[in-house]
């Protein structure tokens, strides 16, 4: 039996309609790229995924930024928090830290998505989400929330879990959004892009 509210099911044998589908939109691929660039639409949210993100360079931070121009510049102002908890394979430190460094109060540089390096180990990626609503708003800021999982390997391997979480104060729709390590290449992974309608 299920549940019905003004002619919407709700719940029916144990599944729920939150009211909106998860759909995918389109895949990049990195192989050795400077950066990847995804043009928004007006949809309520969009979800990136990212999978073995690999840089080039050891020893660098995964970013992003958003455009209001069509992606002609990144620089929309933000405002941003991070935080995250750390341990490494020598079980010698742990922590769970907010990391002032990596946040933004009225920024436009590109956000830290990893706040500690990424090595470039054959073994060594990022990994995560991200997401983005309503950036096609024209009466509201645009909020954003990302979590990551990287291997950070300067010294003893550390398993990094990040949280970051801001919003984009600018009430002009976001056109444009672009990724890309702080230093070097894109050397492998994927970003899987959804959109929730």
Request: hydrophobic share 35%; glycine share 8%.
């Amino acid at each position: 039996m299920g549940l019905i509210s003004n002619g919407t099911t709700i719940f029916d044998n144990g599944t729920v309609n939150a009211g909106g589908n998860l759909n995918f939109i389109s895949k990049a691929t990195a192989s050795a790229s400077a950066s990847i660039e995804f043009t928004l639409g007006n949809l309520k949210e969009y979800k990136f995924f990212f999978v073995n993100i690999h840089p080039s360079t050891s020893l660098t931070y995964f970013t992003f930024q958003c455009s209001t121009d069509g992606g002609s510049n990144y620089n929309t102002t933000m405002t941003t928090t991070v935080f995250d908890a750390y341990h490494d394979e020598a079980d010698l430190y742990t922590a769970l830290e907010y990391r002032s460094p990596e946040d933004q109060a009225q920024g436009t540089a590109f956000q830290k998505l990893s706040p500690y390096l990424v090595g470039n180990e054959n073994d060594s990626s990022l990994s995560g989400s991200l997401n983005l609503f309503n950036p096609s708003s024209t009466t509201y800021v645009k909020h954003f929330i990302a979590n990551t999982q990287e291997v950070n390997s300067s010294g003893s391997p550390f398993s990094v879990n990040a949280y970051v979480s801001g919003y984009f104060n600018d009430t002009n729709d976001l056109t444009n959004i672009k990724f890309q390590m702080s230093s070097g290449n894109i050397d492998a992974g994927e970003i899987l892009l959804f959109g929730v309608n």
